[in-house]
């Protein structure tokens, strides 16, 4: 029996296990996925845990995706560059290796369709999900992110890792409050919580009137999946515009992770349905 699980604190909302036992089901593995809410405090008597109870790995969510890097022996490109682990393989010697699989899921929740070559972008937070986001808008070779944040003296440190790490993308950070026209960006990207369920479900971070002065060719995602349809989402639909929600996303981290575990490619359409028979 492989054993698996999610740590992170709180969870109560999260989905993760209905969708790796699908996934799971879809590989025929016999494996148990585990919901382990951990505070930062106890994060050192659960890693102990998982050495002494025999997992083959997990994955990790707020508020521990920095502080299990130190508990990790290697970590992959991503995670390295995301500064950010959501993802652990155990080795059969018990150490660990780190990987970020939130870039993969976002670059994947694309359609293809959708051509980013030398665009621009409007990208709104400075957390683990907005690194992630940046690391998959590199790599489908965008060249302007305008970075939106409410505090940016503090997002001076997270600007200049960004240029460092992505020269070929041109940064520049703008005062959230303050934005008034998005006229020039061919996708909107939602990083923030504001508007996930049980924090502000009921708040956009941006407004209507500004919203409408995105081209009408532009796309809008927002990496929450929970509600699938955010504020943010339903305006921009109205508008006529297209969307991408965080469900397809996070199934494909999801599918990643499988794929790290085992080595195979877990069924994405199985995972979908049962997280949305689940939302």
Known sequence: MNKFGLIGYPLGHSLSAVIHKAGFKSLGVDATYDILETDPEDLVERVKFFKRENFGGFNVTIPLKLPISLFVQEVDKYADIAGAVNTVKINPDKTFKGYNTDAM???????????????????????????????????????????????????????????????????????????????????????????????????????????????????VYDVIYNPKKTILLKLAENLGLETINGLDMLIYQAVSAQEIWFGRTPDFNTMKIAALENL
Do not use: C, W
Request: net charge positive; aromatic share 6%.
């Open 105 to 219: 899921g976002f670059k994947k929740a694309i359609p293809s369709s959708i051509d980013l070559k030398g665009k621009n972008i409007a990208l709104l937070g400075t957390g683990g999900a907005s690194r992630a986001a940046v690391l998959a808008l590199s790599e489908l070779g965008v060249k302007y992110i305008g970075v939106y944040t409410r505090n940016i003296p503090n997002a001076m440190d997270y600007m200049a890792y960004m240029r460092r790490k992505f020269p070929n993308i041109e940064f520049e950070s703008h005062q959230i409050d303050s934005v008034r026209d998005l006229s020039k960006y061919d996708m909107l990207v939602n990083t923030t919580p504001i508007g996930m369920l049980g924090r502000s479900a009921d708040m956009t971070p941006i407004e209507e009137n500004v919203l409408k002065t995105l081209p009408e060719s532009a796309v």
